[in-house]
T-cell receptor, first 111, second 112 residues
């Protein structure tokens, strides 16, 4: 039981490049989330999903896209990377929508 | 508009003493509150939670107190241990809204 896994752990992108952050959970949770954490700040919700095929915007969705084709996977797509997207990205999943289990994070730098 | 506020960026306590971390919220619709603990280079891990129908929840060395009238909650750690040194995040959710709103976190340092 691996919980929530995220790949890659680290990535450096050039401005304008695109990439997909992968997130997989093996707990059969319906709810999945993407957050970003900037230095000295709390976690801000980017997108979330309440089940396969259903996604919705969080607090800071601009510049990102998501899809949820299976219960297990919830990839986050960055199109046209910008320096403002330099952050640590956390994926989380939940059975009830409240107690969320987090992955180890992806540290992304856009230069 | 910060709906969940942790006004102390850091807190330092001696091993064996009590650590008290505070959190204030502005949204009166919040009805479920959580504390998460985060070590460097790791994801947050769930610590303890409390529903708005309670004013106290205890789990071993960790106790969360909720004062709804003051829109304030606190996390007490007794006794504090060096392994408790981490960033602690307060979070809140509203009804069937499946989203959490996080505070900025408090860095707790427990000195041996």
């Amino acid at each position: 039981n691996a919980g929530v896994t995220q790949t890659p752990k680290f990535r450096i992108l050039k401005i304008g490049q695109s990439m997909t952050l992968q997130c997989t959970q093996d707990m059969n949770h319906n709810y999945m989330y993407w957050y970003r954490q900037d230095p000295g700040m709390g976690l801000k919700l980017i997108y979330y999903s309440v089940g396969a095929g259903i996604t919705d915007k969080g607090e800071v969705p601009n510049g990102y896209n998501v899809s949820r084709s299976t219960t297990e996977d919830f990839p986050l797509r960055l199109e046209l990377a910008a320096p403002s997207q330099t952050s640590v990205y956390f994926c989380a999943s939940s059975y009830s929508g409240q107690n969320q289990y987090f992955g180890p994070g992806t540290r992304l730098t856009v230069t | 508009d910060q709906q969940v506020k942790q006004n102390s960026p850091s807190l330092s306590v001696q091993e064996g003493r009590i650590s008290i971390l505070n959190c204030d919220y502005t949204n009166s619709m919040f009805d479920y509150f959580l504390w998460y603990k985060k070590y460097p280079a790791e994801g947050p891990t769930f610590l303890i939670s409390i529903s708005s129908i309670k004013d106290k929840n205890e789990d071993g060395r960790f106790t969360v107190f909720l004062n709804k009238s003051a829109k304030h909650l606190s996390l007490h750690i007794v006794p504090s241990q060096p392994g408790d040194s981490a960033v602690y995040f307060c979070a809140a959710s509203e009804g069937s809204n499946y989203k959490l709103t996080f505070g900025k976190g408090t860095l707790l340092t427990v000195n041996p």
